[in-house]
């Protein structure tokens, strides 16, 4: 299966510890998104990258959030002194160009206890 | 602001049926919309896009969306539902301008089609 891969699938950590979460794009796409997604809402945007240059990121990445892809092949998303409204769905997706359609991963469900 | 409204939570249609899922937008500039399904502990699924073009467009499974720019409605159709299209869907929506690369999702809307 050539989608897009992420890594681990559940995470459930204590108040306080990092996390780090890995996403592997489709090897074509150059574009690679970061979403996050609570119960009841839609996925929201955090970050996106063009090859190895983070290009955007929203106002809901805080200062505890960072995220990387170092060769523009992979990417992880960090996020420091977890808490309890981390709890989500971190989605990863990516894409070939700016006006196509982007394919996501199975995501990775964080839970913060 | 650029905002995607699906004003129905939860959407029930008989097998065999039409069903209609609605979906508006808010962008400045011209859109591309998009509509994903999600599976439960699946990522979201491309089903269809509209970017330019022919205001109906046609996706998988079966399903197709209407662009209609007046109403700025881009809502997801399909002739016969079937069991399995029971499902989390999702409109979204992007702008052609460079800062506007990031889908913008409205809250989803259950699809729960009975036999």
């Known amino acids: 299966d050539t989608g897009v891969s992420q890594d681990p699938r559940h995470k459930i950590t204590k108040r306080g510890q990092n996390v780090t979460f890995r996403c592997d794009p489709i090897?074509?796409?150059?574009?690679l998104y970061w979403y996050r997604q609570t119960l009841g809402q839609g996925p929201e945007f955090l970050t996106y990258?063009?090859?190895?240059?983070?290009?955007?990121k929203s106002r809901l990445l805080s200062d505890r959030f960072s995220a990387e892809r170092p060769k523009g092949s992979f990417s992880t998303l960090e996020i420091q002194r977890t808490e309890q409204g981390d709890s989500a769905m971190y989605l990863c997706?990516?894409?070939?160009?700016?006006?196509?359609?982007?394919?996501f991963g199975p995501g990775t469900r964080l839970t913060v206890l | 602001a650029q905002s995607v409204a699906q004003p129905e939570d939860q959407v029930n249609v008989a097998e065999g049926n039409p069903l209609t899922v609605k979906c508006t937008y808010s962008?400045?500039?011209?859109?591309?919309l998009f509509w994903y399904v999600q599976y439960p502990n699946r990522g979201l699924q491309f089903l269809l896009k509209?970017?330019?073009?022919?205001?109906l467009v046609k996706g998988s499974y079966g399903f197709e969306a209407e662009f209609n720019k007046s109403q700025t409605s881009f809502h997801l159709k399909k002739p016969s539902a079937l069991v399995s299209d029971s499902a989390l869907y999702f409109c979204?929506?992007?702008?052609?301008?460079?800062?506007?690369?990031?889908?913008?999702f409205g809250k989803g809307t259950t699809l729960s089609v009975s036999s």
């Open positions: 997706a990516s894409s070939p160009g700016l006006g196509g359609e982007q394919f």
């Open positions: 090897s074509e796409h150059n574009r």
């Open positions: 990258f063009q090859n190895e240059a983070q290009l955007e």
């Open positions: 962008v400045s500039g011209n859109p591309y």
């Open positions: 509209y970017i330019t073009g022919d205001n």
């Open positions: 979204a929506v992007r702008t052609t301008n460079q800062a506007g690369t990031a889908l913008i």
